[in-house]
């Protein structure tokens, strides 16, 4: 029986759609080699339970997902200006942890997280107080990410 001109597009139409599917399973590695791997490029993500979504998305090179946890606070971003008077360190102080807009300078408290990938251990930097916008769906040099 020779197949119709209807069904020869349909399984067309399943190859490309399939094809399509498993290219953009994966996103690849953004093209900022130091993302994530120092204070001034940490990941934002939404609050604690963003941190921990996000690393779970991430794939080793081998295809397995990174044993990882974090190690503790390293600070902030960007330092507060120096000779603040008191009542400007309030003022810092009280917008800590909160959203800030484009080109506001970030003051958050960035966490590191020990990421390992079989022998290969690498430091990740995130900053968890960006809730007003979608997480990345980029990941760190040597790692892919799930959507």
Known sequence: MKPSYFSLLLLLSA???????VSNALTHETPDPQ???TIETAIEVCKPVGQRQ???RLICLDGQSPYFYRTGNVGMRTPW?????????????????????PGDPDHHIIDRYHVQCGEHVVMIYMDMYHCNQPA??????GFTIRP
């Open 15 to 21: 190859i490309i759609s399939t094809s399509g599917c």
């Open 54 to 56: 996000y690393l779970s």
């Open 35 to 37: 993302y994530g791997m």
């Open 81 to 101: 200006p120096e000779n603040l008077t008191p009542a400007q360190e309030r003022e810092y102080a009280a917008k800590c942890g909160q959203p800030i807009q």
């Open 136 to 141: 990345p769906n980029v990941a760190p040099a």
